[in-house]
């Protein structure tokens, strides 16, 4: 499965967030990387804010270009505002629920915990990240794997309530997917009309 492996402080540093988690590079230098990024930037075109929005959607949710291109044209078929419908397809992936489930503190780890078929989908092991989870299925640890030190360290002391669309039962790990969330209820500081805007030429 295609996925970017490169350095990750580097791309929070270029937009100026911790969009892969706490990061202590990003803490220690927070300004651009590269041999001129603490000198006067250039100002950015119209294009380049747009592009540079998309490209933060891409990283935080690790998704790539085409799968991303794809989850676009879906949003534009689909009822509703692009932008936020758009926002609403990649927070119904499986592995960004496992993360907002906390059973991973980063989407990259929660990704790997699906990958490696730690993770369950209404009782059945799911190893396609990518999935598209739907209201009222229920996401859950494999029973062999409730043990695994990384998991219930992630777990402990997570405030499953802060996101509303998704129910924790800590008695048998598993959480269910209720509805898709509101734009409101999406913490991800993503300005999504940028990337309709940048689509739309």
Same mark, same amino acid.
């Given at each position: ?7 990750k402080?580097?791309?929070a ?14 803490a ?6 590269? #041999? ?9 075109? @119209?294009? $380049?804010? #747009? ?10 949710? $690790? ?6 291109r794809?989850?676009? @044209? ?8 692009? $932008?936020?419908?758009?926002? #609403? ?33 209404? $009782? ?24 695994? @030190? ?6 402990e002391?997570?405030n ?15 959480g ?15 300005? @999504? ?5 940048l689509?739309?030429?």
């Amino acid at each position: 499965m295609a996925r970017y492996i490169g350095p990750k402080s580097r791309i929070a540093r270029k937009f100026g967030e911790a969009i892969f988690g706490p990061d202590k590079v990003l803490a220690k230098k927070n300004y651009p990387p590269g #041999q001129h990024g603490q000198g006067r930037r250039k100002k950015t075109s @119209e294009y $380049g804010i #747009q592009l540079r929005e998309k490209q933060k959607a891409k990283y935080t949710y $690790g998704v790539l270009e085409k799968q991303f291109r794809n989850m676009y @044209e879906k949003a534009q078929r689909t009822k509703g505002v692009t $932008g936020e419908v758009l926002l #609403q397809l990649l927070e119904a992936r499986l592995d960004n629920l496992v993360y907002r489930l906390g059973m991973s503190p980063t989407r990259s780890g929660a990704r790997q915990l699906v990958s490696h078929k730690h993770i369950t989908v209404d $009782g059945k092991v799911l190893n396609i990240a990518s999935c598209h989870i739907k209201p009222g299925q229920v996401i859950a640890v494999r029973e062999k794997d409730k043990s695994m @030190e990384v998991i219930n360290t992630s777990l402990e002391g997570f405030n499953h309530s802060k996101y509303p669309w998704i129910e924790w039962n800590a008695a048998s790990m598993s959480g269910t997917f209720l509805h898709i969330p509101e734009r409101e209820d999406i913490p991800e500081n993503i300005k @999504e009309q940028l990337i309709v805007e940048l689509y739309s030429k």
